[in-house]
């Protein structure tokens, strides 16, 4: 009888932990209160050696900065990223508003 009591134990652990799992993934963006979400396909301009921008649905353009930036420029790429507004910083390229990449979100390719 025991042993029947440890493996239900066993398997009510498990099952915990795999649903901590589940929502570990979930994004909880007001942890950043200036951080919002962005999507729309990435562009690559020919100005200055090369800029890239993000264009999004309402043809809104952005240029995003930040550690992770090279893993998305790919042109033609659709993205969805979780940013915040990088402020008091100029561009050479002046392809969009500046943006700082906190998390990407999906990527796929058209």
Same mark, same amino acid.
């Given at each position: 009888?025991?042993?029947?009591?440890?493996?239900?134990?066993?398997?009510?652990?498990? &099952?915990?932990?795999?649903?901590?799992?589940?929502?570990?993934?979930?994004?909880?963006?007001?942890?950043?209160?200036?951080?919002?979400?962005?999507? @729309?396909?990435?562009?690559?301009?020919?100005?200055? @050696?090369?800029?890239?921008?993000? &264009?999004? @649905?309402?043809?809104?353009?952005?240029?995003?900065?930040?550690?992770?930036?090279?893993?998305?420029?790919?042109?033609?790429?659709?993205?969805?990223?979780?940013?915040?507004?990088?402020?008091? %910083?100029?561009?050479?390229?002046?392809? @969009?508003?500046?943006?700082?990449?906190?998390?990407?979100?999906? %990527?796929?390719?058209?």
């Amino acid at each position: 009888m025991s042993r029947l009591k440890l493996r239900s134990g066993f398997a009510v652990i498990i &099952i915990i932990l795999l649903i901590g799992q589940l929502f570990d993934g979930c994004r909880d963006i007001t942890k950043d209160p200036d951080a919002y979400i962005i999507e @729309g396909m990435m562009n690559f301009r020919n100005i200055e @050696g090369g800029c890239w921008q993000l &264009i999004d @649905g309402n043809n809104r353009s952005y240029e995003i900065v930040g550690d992770d930036v090279t893993q998305i420029q790919i042109d033609g790429l659709f993205v969805k990223l979780i940013v915040r507004d990088h402020e008091y %910083t100029s561009s050479i390229c002046m392809v @969009g508003k500046i943006v700082e990449l906190i998390e990407i979100i999906e %990527t796929s390719q058209p």
